[in-house]
């Protein structure tokens, strides 16, 4: 498994990045808004790059992503996807699928 896709907090506003080359967009997105939606505080970025970085590198990934969080992953990421499934079916089994400019406002926002 891998990274896929990303929730960055702003002081101003949420962003929602997702890598170019995945194969489920729309599904790495309602995940991401997931995170969003429950509220999650998410995983640090430490750890994720203590996992993925060469062992030589780990002073530096830690002098430079010093962060403060003590949430359980697998928890977060297990809501987070149940959220995007729902939020999907519902996208696609509503009325919504039924209105051109709505459905033109989520196409919007999931590109």
Known sequence: MGVF???VRHP?????????????????????????ALGHVGRPAIELAIDHLPLDRHD????MLQRDCGVTQSVEESEAEAFGG??????GSSRINRSPAI???IDEALS
């Open 5 to 7: 896709g990303q929730w």
């Open 12 to 36: 101003d506003r949420d962003e929602v990045r997702y890598a170019k080359w995945v194969h489920a967009r729309e599904r790495t997105i309602a995940h991401e808004l997931g995170h969003i």
């Open 60 to 63: 530096l990934a830690v002098l």
């Open 86 to 91: 729902l939020l999907l079916r519902r996208l």
């Open 103 to 105: 459905r033109s406002r």
